[in-house]
């Protein structure tokens, strides 16, 4: 008997009660209380976690938008630089030779891209690869007291404090491009 007491207090840790009923002896382990969380605290928990979760996730959405409207100045740089070295070498900015239509053309028309291939290849799309966000390029025969210029710009970004970024603008207001976001005259 003194055997099984000292293999039982080793087995558990302490001392156990046995007891002998019709010839089987039974181990009784005392009751030992676990601390539990209430459900108050686990769903407190839980609330705060769903919190801290929606709050990251609205902010992980923010800077993704930060970064395309970043990505969209960038490109319209780059674009703004090929333009320009475009004009260095041929005297005007692209559509002088009738080659575009009278009016705004997207970035991935074909005479733009052609024209400007050995400036910039290939010329940039928007990162959201939406049809609703895209670059324009229009060219003008003359206007705005310089003669002929070209105006690049944005049509939509998505932070709205990007959206009071620079626009081209017009000595005499004849012109208007509000229905860009974004815009840039090259004269």
């Given at each position: 008997?003194?055997?099984?007491?000292?293999?039982t207090?080793a087995?558990?840790?302490?001392?156990?009660?046995?007891?002998?009923?019709?010839?089987?002896t039974?181990?009784?382990?005392?009751?030992?209380?676990?601390?539990?969380?209430?459900?108050?605290?686990?769903?407190?928990?839980?609330?705060?976690?769903?919190?801290?979760?929606?709050?990251?996730?609205l902010?992980?959405s923010?800077?993704?938008?930060?970064?395309?409207?970043?990505?969209?100045?960038?490109?319209?740089?780059?674009?703004?630089?090929?333009l320009?070295?475009?004009?260095?070498?041929?005297?005007?900015?692209p559509?002088?030779?009738?080659?575009?239509?009278?009016?705004?053309?997207?970035?991935?028309?074909?005479?733009?891209?052609?024209?400007?291939?050995?400036?910039?290849?290939?010329?940039?799309?928007?990162?959201?690869?939406?049809?609703s966000?895209?670059?324009?390029?229009?060219?003008?025969?003359s206007?705005?007291?310089?003669?002929?210029?070209?105006?690049?710009?944005?049509?939509?970004?998505?932070?709205?404090?990007?959206?009071y970024?620079?626009?081209?603008?017009?000595?005499?207001?004849?012109?208007?491009?509000?229905?860009?976001?974004?815009?840039?005259?090259?004269?």
């Amino acid at each position: 008997m003194r055997k099984r007491k000292a293999f039982t207090k080793a087995l558990y840790g302490h001392a156990v009660r046995q007891r002998n009923l019709a010839g089987f002896t039974l181990t009784e382990l005392p009751v030992v209380r676990k601390r539990a969380f209430t459900l108050i605290e686990l769903l407190t928990v839980i609330f705060i976690m769903i919190i801290l979760a929606s709050l990251s996730i609205l902010m992980v959405s923010n800077l993704q938008k930060k970064a395309r409207d970043g990505q969209r100045f960038s490109d319209m740089n780059t674009m703004i630089a090929a333009l320009k070295n475009y004009k260095l070498e041929h005297g005007s900015y692209p559509g002088l030779d009738y080659s575009f239509p009278r009016d705004w053309v997207k970035l991935d028309h074909t005479a733009l891209t052609a024209a400007l291939k050995p400036y910039q290849s290939p010329l940039p799309s928007d990162p959201k690869k939406d049809s609703s966000y895209f670059y324009t390029y229009h060219f003008y025969f003359s206007g705005c007291g310089v003669g002929s210029f070209a105006v690049l710009a944005i049509k939509k970004v998505e932070v709205s404090s990007n959206k009071y970024k620079e626009k081209a603008a017009c000595d005499g207001g004849v012109l208007n491009w509000d229905d860009y976001d974004y815009s840039y005259l090259l004269n």
